[in-house]
């Protein structure tokens, strides 16, 4: 699955130190560097870990790492967000929308909403059997009386509509918060 990962530093990121830390642990993506301060590279879920361990190890540095399915300024909006609350840790948008609701500000709902109002009544009742079913295929399709590949193929149809593949536990969590949150759909 395809995942945008997206950096912020305090101050200027010193981009060979950043590419060497990434090297060590065996990431060697094409970086971007957007800014003296940000750049993003594109990669797989499996990343994660290594990109965590190489933040750590950049000890004079300040950053933080968001996990996106886009670059979009909403993204990057966040991606600040993660600098304050998770710095020198990987996070995803879910988790920035519990700790942004943990202290009762509820402003990213209107954003989660632009990510799933696109989906009609079928494929949200797709992915909330999914959910229901804790993330199991078979179980979610017997529960919607339709084919294993009919929901597989529903639930790519979600990919391809919101950038969010819902089989993955941090898109599953935006999707449960939107379902969850959100006024009448």
Do not use: W
Not at 87 to 98: G, K, T
Not at 102 to 113: C, M
Not at 129 to 154: C, K, P, W, Y
């Amino acid at each position: 699955m395809r995942r945008y990962y997206l950096f912020l530093s305090e101050s200027p990121l010193d981009q060979e130190a950043f590419s060497k830390a990434l090297a060590c642990f065996k990431i060697e993506p094409e970086i971007n560097f957007v800014s003296e301060k940000g750049c993003y590279f594109v990669g797989d879920s499996s990343f994660a870990l290594a990109v965590e361990a190489a933040l750590h190890s950049l000890k004079d540095s300040r950053i933080a790492c968001l996990i996106s399915h886009d670059q979009s300024y909403f993204s990057r909006k966040t991606l600040s967000e993660a600098l304050g609350y998770f710095p020198n840790r990987v996070s995803y948008l879910s988790d920035i929308f519990l700790k942004q609701m943990s202290f009762g500000d509820f402003g990213y709902l209107r954003e989660l909403s632009s990510i799933f109002r696109g989906l009609d009544k079928e494929l949200l009742a797709t992915g909330s059997a999914f959910l229901s079913s804790g993330l199991d295929i078979q179980r979610a399709a017997e529960s919607l009386f339709v084919h294993r590949n009919t929901m597989t193929h529903r639930l790519d149809s979600i990919y391809e509509k919101t950038g969010l593949d819902i089989r993955d536990y941090h898109d599953a969590l935006l999707l449960e918060l939107y379902l969850k949150m959100s006024p009448q759909r």
